[in-house]
């Protein structure tokens, strides 16, 4: 079988930290490592997973050196670092997998050799509300290998899908080799490793939902959205810093493509909401990817309307 490395930073957890911790011990793909990283807890979450340690000898625990630099980036960093597996996975620490999620995204491997990543929808969790649960639509991306850079434009710098979630992304060991691991970005620093990523290799992607996404208050984006500086459908500061980063990246990487650099150029006008140096042509483009977005966006509230409708407001079970 194949070994599977899943990465798991955690900081002041201890609400949720078993629970993710229990959704990988109960995969159907059982040869996995899960790499614990403490980015500095000071409750009871060490505890916790001092105890998942002792309890299975697959579970690993590291914890960043104190005074050294933080964030999720960092912590995914340092579980890269030890990871042993053909492949890898993450899984934030309030987050949950499926129970078929390894097994489904080891098969797509096997089954698209070719492929460096695979990655699959999304479900948006809301435990104490699951009527309002929805997930991803994927639509015509699915069952799919897409060739560089394709995905780069289209879902990161577009947003013409949805950009996917940590929780749901598995990656060959031997890219995240060559490119590196996640840069030290307070928001954006998951999709840094996807634009590294999408840059040069074959990509997977699947119609299986493998991971709950849980929507809660205290989490980094619900946060970054309360204060403004995150705007998951808007334009936004980080949003800048972002695609700035993209830019630079790009150009020294030394693949040179045309297709990126026009992407580039309007993803950055509609973020700084200034047009002024478009041509007519990629003014064209933007007005028609805005009434996509727009009538997207319309489909998918009438989508939930009638799944609610239809459910009656009674809550549903948590998985599917």
């Excluded at 698209?112 to 997930?135: A, K, N, Q």
């Excluded at 947003?159 to 995240?176: E, K």
């Excluded at 933007?286 to 939930?304: K, M, P, Q, S």
């Amino acid at each position: 079988m194949t070994v599977v490395s899943i990465v798991l930073p955690f900081l002041n957890a201890e609400r949720y930290l078993a629970e993710a911790i229990a959704s990988v011990e109960h995969q159907s793909h059982q040869d996995w490592e899960l790499l614990l990283v403490d980015d500095g807890s000071t409750d009871a979450s060490a505890v916790i997973a001092q105890a998942a340690v002792r309890r299975d000898g697959r579970i690993h625990l590291s914890t960043r050196p104190p005074g050294s630099a933080h964030g999720a980036a960092v912590a995914r960093n340092i579980g890269l670092e030890h990871a042993v597996g053909d492949l890898v996975a993450f899984l934030d620490a309030d987050d949950v997998f499926e129970e078929r999620r390894l097994e489904s995204q080891v098969d797509a491997f096997r089954r698209h050799p070719d492929s460096m990543v695979v990655y699959g929808p999304t479900r948006w969790w809301y435990p104490d509300s699951e009527e309002r649960d929805w997930t991803e639509p994927m639509g015509r991306l699915a069952r799919r290998v897409h060739r560089p850079p394709a995905l780069l434009n289209k879902v990161v710098l577009s947003g013409r899908g949805h950009v996917p979630c940590t929780c749901s992304v598995m990656v060959r060991r031997s890219a995240l080799d060559e490119v590196g691991g996640f840069e030290p970005f307070q928001l954006y620093e998951d999709q840094t490793l996807w634009v590294k990523l999408f840059l040069r290799y074959p990509v997977y992607v699947s119609e299986f939902v493998g991971a709950r996404y849980r929507q809660h208050d205290e989490s980094m984006s619900a946060r970054s959205q309360q204060s403004g500086e995150y705007n998951r459908t808007g334009p936004h500061a980080a949003r800048a810093v972002f695609l700035h980063w993209v830019h630079g990246y790009v150009a020294a990487s030394g693949i040179v493509d045309d297709s990126i650099d026009r992407t580039l150029r309007r993803a950055t006008a509609v973020n700084d909401q200034d047009w002024t140096g478009l041509s007519l042509a990629d003014r064209i483009v933007l007005v028609a990817l805005a009434l996509e977005n727009r009538c997207l966006r319309i489909g998918r509230r009438l989508r939930r309307i009638c799944r609610r409708s239809a459910r009656g407001g009674a809550p549903t079970s948590s998985r599917r």
